[in-house]
């Protein structure tokens, strides 16, 4: 099945930094992705939908200012999350849909990044 | 609010036993799918059932999805220890792709 890369596994960063996290798909082209966010214990929530080459777009109560994503080519998506506050702390989760894909097929998920903001 | 519900929130068995899992949504769909979570991990894809299929097998895994009540429910028979994780329902409508998630059930076998 389809590989995703997300890096790092974990990060523990100050109030008030900024912290990038990779997702890659190592053996296909992804037109389009999405980014999780999930706290403990809970179900996912969509932050945001992006396509190659276009602006992000976002889900009701996310800020776009603060969740800076840029899906620059078909194998690279990266969420940064700016000006980190602790109750940023989550675990985030990207995911692709192959290039190929109709809407009648599965996401391929990355293994998530745990964010502690201290 | 979410698109999907799930029950059991939580439910716990004894290996070889079977477990099911429902999940209900709100509009309609093009697909389902089941997704399982072991802790901290990502999420790995189970099964998708398309809107006009009533139910699919795929090893110990059964679905079934009734579209006139919106549920579904995830049997998994025989159950063994290594079953034991999250199981989350996501619903896939309009045109976008992009899947709503249910409320997910935790499910512990025991050895």
């Known amino acids: 099945g389809a590989v995703v890369s997300q890096h790092p596994s974990w990060v523990i960063c100050k109030s008030g930094t900024s912290v990038k996290i990779e997702c890659r798909s190592l053996d296909f082209q992804a037109t389009t992705m999405f980014w999780y966010r999930q706290f403990p214990k809970q179900s996912l929530m969509l932050m945001a939908t992006?396509?190659?080459?276009?602006?992000?777009?976002?889900e009701q109560g996310v800020e776009k200012d603060k969740f800076l994503i840029n899906h620059a080519s078909l194998t690279l998506s990266t969420l940064t999350v700016t000006s980190a506050h602790p109750e940023d702390s989550s675990f985030y989760i990207c995911s692709y849909k192959g290039f190929s894909s109709s809407y009648n097929s599965p996401l391929h998920f990355g293994n998530g990044t745990r964010l502690t903001v201290t | 609010s979410q698109q999907g519900e799930e029950d059991p929130q939580a439910l716990s068995i004894q290996e070889g036993e079977n477990a099911t899992m429902n999940c209900s949504y709100k509009?309609?769909?093009?697909?389902l799918q089941w997704y399982r979570q072991n802790s901290g991990r990502g999420l790995v894809h189970l099964i998708l059932?398309?809107?006009?299929?009533r139910e699919k097998h795929s090893g110990r895994l059964r679905v079934t999805l009734d579209t006139s009540k919106k549920s579904s429910s995830l049997l998994i028979t025989a159950s063994r220890a290594a079953d034991t994780a999250s199981y989350f329902c996501?619903?896939?409508?309009?045109?976008?792709?992009?899947?709503?998630f249910g409320q997910g059930t935790t499910l512990q076998v025991k050895p």
């Open positions: 992006s396509n190659e080459g276009s602006k992000a777009t976002y």
């Open positions: 059932i398309r809107s006009n299929e």
């Open positions: 996501a619903t896939d409508f309009g045109n976008t792709g992009k899947l709503i």
């Open positions: 509009t309609s769909i093009n697909n």
